[in-house]
């Protein structure tokens, strides 16, 4: 069973970048078979994809085009580990991001990680 | 982008009742589809997935069905421990995954 435990700051000023981390257990994130990803919830909001990554020799990224201006996720595979980076935040990016391992081919199934509410304020 | 319209945004319903939500999408993603439960603080977590299939552990109330672009989720009498909000999901190789709008189910 992959378990994903995310670490992150919860408080982040208008402007700056939001960075989140996701370490991955029960999975390595080299060895396919995932894809890794983010998705978020506004407060009293419905859920949005952020993107995700694909461990491959090629280019496995992919991200939602209402946020690929400011949005990178990366694997470090040293440390088992996800990153979400955000640019340029505004309020409209506080919510709750989860980190998601899908299965690939699995039609949806997967593992989310606890959560982390981001707010952005000054 | 596709497009996902699930209806309704909120339904009230008693224990017992037969519950039946629907997810339209606007372009094809064959059986690429997947339903949450939802409930408050929480994760999402899967219920069907490739569009009819019950996730291990999902009671066997909560049903999908649909191909191309319509699909439903059915719960067959509802209990005390549905009442939650569902969200639809297409994943696939068509870029972005969307989620439905949600619906929420109240007593």
């Known amino acids: 069973q992959v378990l994903l435990q995310q670490s992150g700051p919860g408080l982040v000023k208008p402007s700056q970048t939001l960075s989140l981390t996701c370490t991955v257990s029960?999975?390595?994130?080299?060895?396919?078979?995932?894809?890794w990803s983010w998705v978020r919830q506004s407060p009293g909001k419905g859920l949005e994809w952020i993107g995700h990554?694909?461990?491959?020799?090629?280019?496995?990224?992919d991200y939602n085009p209402s946020l690929e201006s400011r949005v990178s996720i990366s694997l470090d595979t040293s440390k088992n580990q996800i990153s979400l980076k955000l640019t340029s935040v505004t309020a409209a990016d506080t919510a709750v991001y989860y980190c998601?391992?899908?299965?690939?081919?699995?039609?949806?199934?997967?593992?989310w990680g606890q959560g982390t509410l981001v707010t952005v304020s000054p | 982008d596709i497009q996902m319209t699930q209806s309704p945004s909120t339904l009230s319903a008693s224990v017992g009742d037969r519950v039946t939500i629907t997810c339209r999408v606007s372009?094809?993603?064959?059986?690429?589809l997947a339903w949450y439960q939802q409930k408050p603080g929480k994760a999402p977590k899967i219920l069907i997935y490739?569009?009819?299939n019950l996730e291990r552990g999902v009671p066997s109330r909560f049903s999908g069905s649909g191909s191309g672009t319509e699909f439903t989720l059915t719960i067959s009498s509802l209990q005390p421990d549905d009442f939650a909000t569902y969200y639809c999901q297409h994943y696939g190789s068509s870029s972005p995954w969307t989620f439905g709008q949600g619906t929420r189910v109240d007593i």
């Open positions: 372009q094809s993603v064959s059986n690429w």
């Open positions: 490739k569009a009819s």
């Open positions: 998601v391992a899908y299965l690939a081919g699995g039609g949806g199934r997967g593992s």
């Open positions: 990554d694909y461990y491959s020799w090629t280019n496995g990224y």
């Open positions: 029960g999975a390595s994130i080299s060895g396919g078979g995932y894809h």
